[in-house]
């Protein structure tokens, strides 16, 4: 079955490292999109890409960059980790014909930053 | 610019009673707009979607949800609460009139089912 998986599932870092999160699906969709999940904003859209090569800032881009090499992957990066960036991070994939398509979301990783 | 106000960050409701979880949506254009659940440390879950084809709209679980223009709103009901149904619900706009793919997600609203 066709899936999206994030990896790690929880992540305990310091204040200035980088910090990669993974993001794998294999529905073989063109459009994946990383959020960030925070009490009483609901979700919030990081970086998005509509194909390999193609990536665009979200809302709160600040202090995180994706890259898209290929079809099926979308790592989010930190570049120096911040405690404001403590946060469930979900990746999603999907979302085509013009938005009236769903997302399918992986599982979350729990990032923690000290 | 697209965005949704979920009315109650928290409902609670006995197990067997009617469920009403209220959005209001603001878009320029004809929205798509969907209800997500997320249960305890899961992923968010497609419930239902509105896509402007018929305006009451059917999805899992025995969860419905109407869109009325007029109203600006997309309320999610269920006629009687289970157990499982308590989790988080997220109203969600889709900005695809302006060709876009984005999702604009509300802030939740916590459903509690008492038994």
Known sequence: DAEITQSPRHKITETGRQVTLACHQTWNHNNMFW???DLGHGLRLIHYSYGVQDTN????SDGYSVSRSNTEDLPLTLESAASSQTSVYFCASGGGRGGL???F??????LTVL | AQSVTQLDSHVSVSEGTPVLLRCNYSSSYSPS??????HPNKGLQLLLKYTSAATLVKGINGFEA?????ETSFHLTKPSAHMSDAAEYFCVVSDYQTGANNLFFGTGTRLTVIP
Do not use: A
């Open chain 1, 101 to 103: 398509d769903e997302q």
């Open chain 1, 105 to 110: 979301f992986g599982p979350g990783t729990r």
């Open chain 1, 57 to 60: 800032k979200g809302e709160v």
């Open chain 2, 33 to 38: 707009l969907f209800w997500y659940v997320q």
């Open chain 2, 66 to 70: 109407e869109f009325k223009k007029s």
């Open chain 1, 35 to 37: 959020y960030r999940q």
